[in-house]
């Protein structure tokens, strides 16, 4: 198969799964706060002690989310991988990196149907504004697996040499 081809392929899939985590993400927004709200709202919040340690949790877990999704491509041997495999690798690495987001996003909207505290709004809305940085595309895919457009007619799947070799 052609490697532009299959680089565009790739970028496609990731942009889907992007948009679905975004969607199901505003869907339980819609739901927790129109539906789930009378029923269940506030339903741990008298609850302080759980309440501290699940915050403390959220907080720790959202903003290492964020600062692990936007440098998961640069640690060592990630960075590695992908430039000896762009093709299977930036696939996983990218997925795992919309999964590091909506995860915890998802977690803080469950948060709040729990404790009816905004602040997990707040760190829902911080990791949204995460997901911006790493929408899928075919620049930044050459950028974050080092091929230039020369590189595409070889194989994509071939090591690239690295100035340490």
């Known amino acids: ?3 532009k081809m299959e680089i565009t392929r ?3 899939y990731l942009k889907t799964v992007f948009w679905t985590a975004l969607a199901i993400l505003a869907v339980s927004a819609v739901v927790v706060e129109f539906f789930l ?3 269940a709202g506030g339903l741990m919040a008298d609850n302080q002690q759980f309440e501290f340690l699940f915050h403390t ?3 720790l877990l959202s903003l290492g989310a964020c600062y692990l999704s936007l440098r998961l491509f640069k640690m060592g041997s990630i960075e590695k ?3 000896q495999q762009p093709l299977t690798e930036y696939k996983k690495w990218s997925l795992v990196r919309i999964a590091l987001l909506f995860i ?3 977690l803080n909207i469950v948060g709040y149907q729990l404790f009816l505290s905004p602040s997990y709004v707040y760190l829902a809305i911080i990791l949204l504004l995460t997901f911006a940085f790493i929408y899928p595309t075919k620049g930044r895919y050459m950028s974050e697996t080092g ?3 020369s590189d595409e007619a ?3 799947d071939a090591p690239i040499p690295s100035a340490e070799q």
């Open 37 to 39: 709200m009378d029923v």
């Open 154 to 156: 070889q194989d994509a």
């Open 10 to 12: 790739i970028v496609n």
């Open 147 to 149: 091929i230039e457009e």
């Open 104 to 106: 915890p996003a998802w």
């Open 1 to 3: 198969m052609d490697v």
């Open 57 to 59: 949790f959220m907080v």
């Open 81 to 83: 991988k992908l430039r």
